[in-house]
């Protein structure tokens, strides 16, 4: 009765298949199967003690009530002076929002401002919401593939010949889930240079930016001009593992920002105030823990690379930042989510297939190194035994 009864636009709307695969592992491992998990984006480490203290500091201070929907001033104006800092952005409180999670603000960015049939340009592969949030609000997602043999980088030309009257926001991401690639500052120059004569916003999700291993990252928005025309995305799941905290943050323009405010009071009200708290103490306390993890994933990034290259069949760039490697398997002779599945199956290892990022995504798997290096060792093993049998 209730699928005839579904609104048309649940027929538009995708998912995440790195939870789908991750309730597809702990069934085995209720089989008594043992799984090495790198299919989850989550860092494996706990949150940072400074800031758990600063959450529990501020429930017994009394924030357990409701906050303004943009935030408590408080919290904004820290992140306004953390994006000053650190993305070389002059930031105001008031151009801040801050939401449970950065997902929120990627929606209600895209209900404000797509029209039916209005064109939204996106990374492909690339983070599965990108599309899914597109069609979901009637938008038409223009896929725009990032290739291994370009170093997982955009075609600029590709991108202008893409760009017509009904473009409204092209999506970027940097450093990039799946591939771990990194747009340069050159990269981030010509797609300005694309965009400053057109009625064209640049949504920049830029929640990995803290974890790039050799070069600085650089915000699209930090170019001349490019301020008033690009919406930041971020948040503190990454950097500070705080994934089920549920705090994010979005970057805006001005006039955009009582329209995403408006957005979220008929929606979600607001983020919890005790976890903006701990967000102050996330981005004004010791950087120490942050720090750690990024060390200890540039180790974990280098192995696990290390490993893929010497595995028959399969070959893997390094990426430039994230916590994932995106091998090629073409070498293997099946489609990517043909040897996901056998890896999953035959090795006990549960990885994503690159189409679950976007058809682009064929002839990679998707591998998260946010695990021990203990459990990156064992999961190389596994695969190479099971990769071994099929050649």
Known sequence: MINQMLATRMQRLGTERAFEVLAKAKALEAQ?????????????FDTPRNIIDAAIRALNDGYTHYTPACGIQEARQAVASYVTKYKKVPAKAEEIVLMPGAKPLMLYTMLALINPGDEVIYPNPGYPIYESAINFVGGKAVPMPLLEENDFKLDIDDLARKINERTKLI???????????????????????????????????????????????????????????????????????????????????????????????????????????????????????????????????????????SIPGISCRKPLGAFYAFPNIRALGKSSSEIANYILEEAGVAVLSG?????????????????????IQLALERIETAVRKLR
């Open 355 to 375: 189409t679950d990022f976007g058809e682009y995504g064929e002839g990679h798997l998707r591998l998260s190194y946010a695990n021990s290096i203990e459990n």
């Open 171 to 309: 999506i970027i991401n940097s450093p990039a889930n799946p591939t771990g690639g990194l747009l340069s500052r050159e990269n981030l120059e010509q797609i300005a240079d694309l965009v400053r004569d057109k009625n064209i916003l640049i949504m920049s999700d830029e929640i990995y930016d803290r974890l790039v291993y050799e070069d600085e990252p650089v915000s699209i928005a930090s170019l001349p001009g490019m301020k008033e025309r690009t919406i930041i995305l971020d948040g503190f799941s990454k950097t500070y593992a705080m994934t089920g905290w549920r705090l994010g943050y979005g970057v805006l323009p001005l006039d955009l920002v009582e329209h995403v405010a408006r957005l979220a009071i008929n929606t979600n009200s607001c983020a919890a105030a005790f976890t903006q708290m701990a967000g102050i103490e996330a981005l004004t306390g010791s950087q120490e823990g942050a720090e750690h993890m990024k060390a200890e994933f540039k180790k974990r990034r280098d192995i696990i690379v290390d490993g893929l290259n």
């Open 32 to 44: 008594g199967k043992h799984i090495v998990h790198l299919e989850i984006g989550e860092p494996d």
